[in-house]
T-cell receptor, first 117, second 116 residues
Framework: DTEVTQTPKHLVMGMTNKKSLKCEQHMGHRAMYWYKQKAKKPPELMFV???????INESVPSRFSPECPNSSLLNLHLHALQPEDSALYLC????????????????FGQGTRLTVV | AQKVTQAQTEISVVEKEDVTLDCVYETRDTTYYLFWYKQPPSGELVFLIRRNSFDEQNEISGRYSWNFQKSTSSFNFTITASQVVDSAVYFC?????????????FGTGTRLKVLA
């Protein structure tokens, strides 16, 4: 069983809807991530939180808004999405060691499969 | 610039065959990390191995083995006696701090199909 839990597993939303994706980990990790993955492509980094502060935003459109309420939780708020935003959204967590969080292995959730109609 | 190349898009093997997944990387960093992840149909990426640039020892974990060769900038992954459960997409990734911050660079992935 994965130790990173994402909800919901599937989400269909209209372009005017507001929804949120949720991610939870209980491994004591201090870095958490959102990735977007289109079919047959590798994951693309969206955001990195380190010690609950946003440390990396890969120029993601403002219709995606991340939030890290505490060290175990990570949310991704969605508003006014476009059909091209349909993808698998993966959350991950890792230790934040010397060198930074991405110098170490990450643990991924099963993802939320998002369809924008 | 950093780059990871997985030239094999898709590989099909029959169960019990050995299979090697290739990974070639480019980086100017002296300190970097290499990873392999498995993505089964369920969606999550499963961590398999992490290697730092100063450790060229090959590693074996059960049916899995990894061959890291800095001279050829390769970090290949071999599955011995493949099983149907090995069917997945496998990603090789590089993490270096060229831009001042470590970031994963993923290869495009190799889809492995193991046929019964």
């Amino acid at each position: 069983d994965t130790e990173v839990t994402q909800t919901p597993k599937h989400l269909v939303m209209g372009m005017t809807n507001k929804k949120s994706l949720k991610c939870e980990q209980h491994m004591g990790h201090r870095a958490m991530y959102w990735y977007k993955q289109k079919a047959k492509k590798p994951p693309e980094l969206m955001f990195v939180y380190s010690y609950e502060k946003l440390s990396i935003n890969e120029s993601v459109p403002s219709r995606f808004s991340p939030e890290c309420p505490n060290s175990s939780l990570l949310n991704l708020h969605l508003h006014a999405l476009q059909p091209e935003d349909s993808a698998l959204y993966l959350c991950a967590s890792s230790q934040d060691r010397k060198g930074g969080p991405m110098a170490t292995e990450a643990f991924f959730g099963q993802g939320t499969r998002l369809t924008v109609v | 610039a950093q780059k990871v190349t997985q030239a094999q898009t898709e590989i099909s093997v029959v169960e019990k065959e050995d299979v090697t997944l290739d990974c070639v990387y480019e980086t100017r960093d002296t300190t970097y990390y290499l990873f392999w992840y498995k993505q089964p149909p369920s969606g999550e990426l499963v961590f398999l191995i992490r290697r730092n640039s100063f450790d060229e020892q090959n590693e074996i974990s059960g049916r899995y083995s990894w061959n890291f060769q800095k001279s050829t900038s390769s970090f290949n992954f071999t599955i011995t006696a493949s099983q149907v459960v090995d069917s997945a997409v496998y990603f090789c990734a590089l993490s270096g701090d060229t831009s001042g911050t470590y970031k994963y660079i993923f290869g495009t992935g190799t889809r492995l199909k193991v046929l019964a």
